[in-house]
């Protein structure tokens, strides 16, 4: 089980809550298909689902159990946009460029909410919104500024700057002001994904858990993926959808993210919940090391908070997370812990998604956090570029972040101390 197995996603409020979902069969003998798809989370399922809705016919592997990854044990946030907002993307790329890519990278809470509509995924969906509370006064100037860029240069117009009182008002807690996304909210992750793969499996995707794929080769236009079982797919295409998982599976993908242990909590039920976000949206802050949270259905608060930079989660993490939460939230302090769980995150030195392609494999990695549904618009952008509708793909693998520094040996020690750097600077302001 690895780093993964010890961060305990069997134990997680969303394991505790989520929908039927019975095993499906390891991949057997030699098999063929027009697409392999490595990876059972939303970039995965949301490929195989596009896919198979185009006529190809799809295998899809996944080590362990469908929506055991990021997919499903991540905050549930539903946050429009990238990870670099409109002011950092204007300054790399320009302002034609910029607003080229956001346009795209919006279409992924439609796309969401539509897929969920459409195929009658029940997971607790709420598009309440999202708030970015500002946890110092210096981050007013920059939250404004970006608030007008969003406004003048990307035409969006559904993001409003609010002051502590009107912070206050949507979330109990002390922050200095913030930026509010009137389109975000939040959902239950691991049933959406969860649903996505009854969806795909519907439209004709045959879909393999306890599928370890150990060996990647192309090669005269097809390519082959072989299994520890020693089973294999022979596919036109593969789409690599593992993210922190791939394991090596192919350097290019693992010499360009880090993968990022972070932590999360559920409450127990809370006699009020909505005493502490009466806006019932999604919120996170503006630390470097962020915290985030929301309601669940049943009244519970879920929150993130801390980050580890080495491969050994605490032994506590209830622990861990506790202290975040109750300086967030004093009024909770010593609220019983029913679920606590981990994660792995993979961010990239420009903390923009990976999107693109070796000959026949494609792949899409690295949302820094965001992926919560920018997984599901990547899965379908890989489609389309199969298909030769390449063009949104394109935008996306025109950006590939460098390689970390030091390659896959020393990125988790340069990374490291640059993280700790910026956490550094979270604690004395």
Known sequence: MGF????????????????PFAPLPP???EAEADLVV???GATGLSAALHAAKAGLSVMLLEGGRIGWGASGRNGGQIIPGLRKGAVELVAMLGAERARALFEVAQEARDLVAGLIAEHAIDCDLRLTGH?????????????????????????????????AAGARALVDAPYHGGLVDRRGGHM????YTLGLARAAAAAGAALHEGSVAVSLQQGGGRVRVATASGAAVNARHAVLAGDALLAG???RVTSRIMPVANYLVATAPLPDPAALIPSDMAVSDSRFVVNYYRLTADGRLLFGGGERYTPDPPNDMAAFVRPHLETTFPQVRGAGIDYAWGGLVSVTRTRLPHIGREGEVLFAHGYSGMGVILS???????????????????????LEPAPFPG????????????????ALRDRIG
């Not at 599901?376 to 949104?392: C, D, N, Q, V, Y």
């Open 4 to 19: 993964n197995g010890a961060l305990n996603v069997a134990g997680s409020y969303y394991a505790a809550t989520a929908s």
């Open 27 to 29: 991949l057997a003998g």
């Open 38 to 40: 490595v990876g059972g």
């Open 131 to 163: 708030l970015l509370g500002a946890v110092k006064a210096g981050d007013l100037p920059h939250f404004e500024a970006e608030v007008r860029c969003l406004e003048d240069v990307m035409g969006y117009r559904d993001a409003a700057f609010v002051d």
């Open 188 to 191: 239950h992750t691991l049933n």
């Open 249 to 251: 599976l192919c350097r």
């Open 376 to 398: 599901t618009l990547a899965g379908k952008l890989l489609i389309e570029a199969i298909g030769g509708e390449a063009s949104r793909f394109d935008q996306f693998a025109a």
């Open 407 to 422: 390659g896959v040996a020393l990125r988790g020690p340069l990374h490291v101390l640059g993280m700790l750097w910026y």
